[in-house]
Nanobody, 120 residues
Framework: QVQLVESGGGLVQAGGSLRLSCAAS????????MGWFRQAPGKAREFVAS?????DYADSVKGRFTISRDNAKNTVYLQMNSLKPEDTAVYYC????????????????WGQGTQVTVSS
């Protein structure tokens, strides 16, 4: 398995931006589908975005968030713009060998999460 560590979370006002990073170790992420999920208090963990050689986004973030990867740095990013209070959650990075996966059960490596709080 690959080990994942997220960073970049914080408190931001509505309309602001944040960039999350996910640093991987143990294995190269080049052969993995890398994803971001989020979990708000009392809610299920939900898919946000994923990237292989193509990107996939949840409808709720499409046009506002951008996922990218730098295989040379073994790092995945999530650029979040036009943030809304409903984006408040713990954001998790995850890795899978599946070409396309949108459910948490489809991923087998997870980071510890980073808190994103958007104030209104």
């Amino acid at each position: 398995q690959v080990q994942l560590v997220e960073s970049g979370g914080g408190l931001v006002q509505a309309g602001g931006s944040l960039r999350l990073s996910c640093a991987a170790s143990g294995r190269s992420i080049a052969s993995y589908n890398m994803g971001w999920f989020r979990q708000a208090p009392g809610k299920a963990r939900e898919f946000v975005a994923s990237v292989t050689y193509i990107t996939d986004y949840a409808d709720s973030v499409k046009g506002r968030f951008t996922i990218s990867r730098d295989n040379a740095k073994n790092t995945v990013y999530l650029q979040m713009n036009s943030l809304k209070p409903e984006d408040t959650a713990v954001y998790y990075c995850a890795a899978t060998r599946q070409l396309r996966a949108r459910t948490p059960g489809g991923y087998d490596s997870w980071g510890q999460g980073t808190q994103v709080t958007v104030s209104s």
